[in-house]
């Protein structure tokens, strides 16, 4: 079967589900690869007639701002014992560099933080259970935590589909490139972070 055709017959309700789904589990604390999902359900939208790309906006923007959420109430229940736990099950994830890079930057920017951390990769990961853990006030985690998920999943959605419609008869030849790019730029932001979490890492001690 063709690629298109096969594309065709996904139920636009799974897409939704999906999309919500794993995104909210990713920014509930799990780290699952919640850009590659949306980017290629918004690819998807903009060849699919029947997957609505506001809806998917909608609850892409849903998924992220409930799962930040959970995280938060999760992450001020837990406090540090669950990073330590966290770092026992995901060490590559919520590694002490990872945390201390992540901490750093919301000792620095804030509420910011929890904004922009929505589009790096590892971040996403952290914000919600760790501003739960550094007890930034629940307005202000709140606040940044709308206007990020909007702003990160709504344009993402956006971007990603109206390239689709520009490109349409280029993508269908090549229905994944967006995927391709998009699985590039995630592993570039997660190379970053993670050489600045290895900097950020304490010194053994001296024998």
């Not at 007890?135 to 971007?159: C, D, E, H, Q, S």
């Amino acid at each position: 079967m063709h690629v298109q055709e096969w594309l065709d017959t996904v139920p636009a309700a799974a897409v939704y589900a999906v999309v919500g789904l794993v995104i909210g589990l990713e920014s509930l604390g799990i780290p699952l690869p919640g850009e590659i999902i949306l980017v290629s359900a918004a690819l998807l939208s903009s060849q699919h007639g029947g997957v609505d790309p506001l809806v998917l906006g909608a609850c892409a923007s849903a998924g992220a701002v409930i799962g930040d959420s959970i995280g938060y109430a999760i992450g001020r229940k837990g406090g540090r014992p669950l990073l330590a736990w966290l770092g026992g099950k995901f060490p590559r994830h919520f590694s002490e560099g990872h945390i201390a890079t992540a901490e750093r930057s919301f000792q620095k920017w804030g509420m910011w933080a929890v904004f922009f951390g929505r589009f790096v990769a590892l971040l996403r990961i952290f914000a919600g259970p760790l501003a739960g853990v550094l007890r930034m006030p629940y307005w202000k985690f709140l606040i940044a935590n709308v206007l990020g998920g909007i702003v990160w999943a709504g344009g993402t959605t956006a971007v990603i589909y109206y390239v689709g419609v520009v490109a349409e008869s280029w993508l269908k030849r090549f229905s994944w490139l967006g995927l391709v790019v998009a699985v590039g730029i995630g592993v570039a932001s997660m190379l970053v972070l993670k050489r600045k979490a290895k900097k950020a890492q304490p010194l053994p001690a001296a024998e």
